[in-house]
């Protein structure tokens, strides 16, 4: 019988050879994709968020675990499709203009898509009708905006004023280093989240 708590344990020692062996057994054993996703992958990328808010591991263990988590969904992903499988919320996320920064970007990603979120990377120096013309053509619950240039923080601003004067209607959370719970408010942000696992917990809140 496969052994989703030993993926789970892959998923958060970033051993992709073993996240890969599981998962393929699982599904060979008829397993549905479902559960192998939320009792194997999810729920090891669940720990690893828990883990890196407590500053018990850093950004390279969440990125290795990320990747491990990657790999086994490229074989996963296809099968959840055909099982029918929805994501829990479909989100677009891009580094707002004049800036070219995606690393912390990337890890919120892989921290969303870990979570079973739908996410669309639209990349970096995203200008604000870039960002409403995605939107348009994707329609996700979830905008994200990540800066990290104080010289590029307006552009989330006017990024905001775009999207709402356009008659969206989507949650937009922002972050980034120079990013704060109090340029959120001002710039009328719906959430902010200073790391990637907290942005977990405020795209779930935006579904409820
Ligand atoms: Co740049 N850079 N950089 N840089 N760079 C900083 C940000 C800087 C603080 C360095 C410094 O001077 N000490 C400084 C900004 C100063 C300021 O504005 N106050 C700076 C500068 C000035 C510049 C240039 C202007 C330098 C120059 O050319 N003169 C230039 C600008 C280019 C541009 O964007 N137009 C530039 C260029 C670059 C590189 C290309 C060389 C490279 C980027 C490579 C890349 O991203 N692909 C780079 C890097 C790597 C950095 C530092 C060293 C590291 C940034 C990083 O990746 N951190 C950075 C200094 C530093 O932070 N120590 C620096 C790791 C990452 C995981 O953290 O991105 O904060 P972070 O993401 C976190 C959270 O913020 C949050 O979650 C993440 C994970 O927990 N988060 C979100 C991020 N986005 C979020 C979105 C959310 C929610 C949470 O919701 C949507």
Same mark, same amino acid.
């Given at each position: 019988?496969?052994?989703?708590?030993?993926?789970?344990?892959?998923?958060?020692?970033?051993?992709?050879?073993?996240?890969?062996?599981?998962?393929?057994?699982?599904?060979? +054993?008829?397993?549905?994709?479902?559960?192998?996703?939320? +009792?194997?992958?999810?729920?090891?990328?669940?720990?690893?968020?828990?883990?890196?808010?407590?500053?018990?591991? $850093?950004?390279? +263990?969440?990125?290795?675990?990320?990747?491990?988590?990657?790999?086994?969904? =490229?074989?996963? =992903?296809?099968?959840? #499709?055909?099982?029918?499988?929805?994501?829990?919320?479909? #989100?677009?996320?891009?580094?707002?203009?004049?800036?070219?920064?995606?690393?912390?970007?990337?890890?919120?990603?892989?921290?969303?898509?870990?979570?079973?979120?739908?996410? =669309?990377?639209?990349?970096?120096?995203?200008?604000?009708?870039?960002?409403?013309?995605?939107?348009?053509?994707?329609?996700?619950?979830?905008?994200?905006?990540?800066?990290?240039?104080?010289?590029?923080?307006?552009?989330?601003?006017?990024?905001?004023?775009?999207?709402?004067?356009?008659?969206?209607?989507?949650?937009?959370?922002?972050?980034?280093?120079?990013?704060?719970?109090? $340029?959120?408010?001002?710039?009328?942000?719906?959430? $902010?989240?200073?790391?990637?696992?907290?942005?977990?917990?405020?795209?779930?809140?935006?579904?409820?």
């Amino acid at each position: 019988m496969a052994d989703l708590k030993a993926l789970a344990d892959a998923v958060i020692k970033g051993n992709q050879t073993e996240s890969v062996r599981l998962t393929k057994e699982a599904l060979a +054993e008829k397993m549905s994709p479902k559960r192998i996703l939320e +009792e194997g992958l999810i729920a090891g990328m669940g720990v690893v968020g828990v883990r890196f808010k407590a500053n018990e591991v $850093y950004i390279p +263990e969440v990125l290795i675990s990320a990747r491990a988590m990657k790999m086994a969904m =490229e074989i996963l =992903e296809p099968q959840l #499709a055909a099982a029918g499988v929805d994501p829990i919320g479909k #989100a677009i996320i891009g580094t707002v203009q004049g800036d070219l920064h995606d690393i912390g970007k990337n890890l919120v990603i892989m921290m969303l898509k870990g979570a079973g979120f739908n996410v =669309e990377d639209i990349g970096v120096d995203v200008s604000p009708d870039a960002f409403v013309e995605k939107i348009k053509a994707s329609k996700p619950q979830i905008v994200g905006l990540s800066a990290l240039l104080t010289t590029t923080m307006p552009a989330m601003d006017k990024t905001i004023q775009s999207i709402r004067q356009a008659g969206l209607n989507c949650k937009i959370m922002i972050g980034g280093a120079p990013v704060t719970q109090n $340029y959120a408010d001002k710039i009328g942000a719906d959430g $902010y989240a200073p790391d990637a696992a907290t942005a977990v917990d405020v795209a779930k809140s935006f579904l409820n």
